[in-house]
């Protein structure tokens, strides 16, 4: 099931948003019991968590939030790309390498190689957020049917998003 939580931050202090990151998690345990993992780009003022329930890649190498290999990209994910070996094959054709076998990596490949209209491609069900470090954009994006809960408030300073309702509503 996995959930995921995040944030732009805009002016909170770093210790504040991690803070901030861990109590939205905390939120989600339920949706993920086997791990869970905070990434913090204080400077650009986003803030990246996800709880994970491990099925497509039992390894560490699954492990989120999951970043490009060179640290452009970083994402939050949460479902399953049934075709995700068949994109897999394709993006390794054109010299992609891989260090898991998991779909969220594949999801990062193919944002990589061909930008948000990748998401035309994925058959599944899914939620992300994934932040483009050198546009200095985050991404929110689901499922088509919307099988795969994302909420989000903004409050025209502060974004924030999650899997649960609950997990926005921390103080």
């Known amino acids: 099931m996995c959930g995921i939580a995040g944030f732009l931050h805009g002016g909170l202090d770093p210790a504040a948003a991690e803070q901030r990151l861990l109590a939205m998690t905390g ?10 993992g905070c990434w913090l780009a204080s400077g650009a003022g986003v803030a990246l968590g ?22 452009r990209f970083v994402i939050v994910y949460n479902g399953e790309i049934y075709n995700y070996k068949d994109l897999r094959r394709e993006l390794e054709g054109k ?43 985050l991404w929110l994006c689901r499922d ?9 408030s903004w409050n025209g300073a502060r974004l924030l998003f999650a899997s649960e309702i609950k997990a926005l509503l921390v103080d």
Do not use: C
Not at 27 to 36: E, K, N, S, T
Not at 103 to 116: A, F, P, S
Not at 144 to 152: A, D, H, Q, S, T
């Open 144 to 152: 088509r049917v919307g099988i795969k809960p994302l909420v989000y």
């Open 27 to 36: 939120r989600l345990v339920h949706r993920g019991p086997d791990a869970g």
């Open 50 to 71: 996800h709880r994970r329930l491990s099925v497509v890649d039992l390894s560490a190498a699954g492990a989120q939030p999951m970043s490009s290999h060179d640290g």
């Open 95 to 137: 010299g992609h390498r891989f260090r898991s076998d998991s779909d969220t990596e594949v999801v990062i490949h193919l944002y990589e190689e061909e930008g948000l209209s990748a998401v035309k491609r994925f058959n599944g069900m899914f939620a992300f957020g994934l932040w483009d470090e050198k546009k200095q954009r």
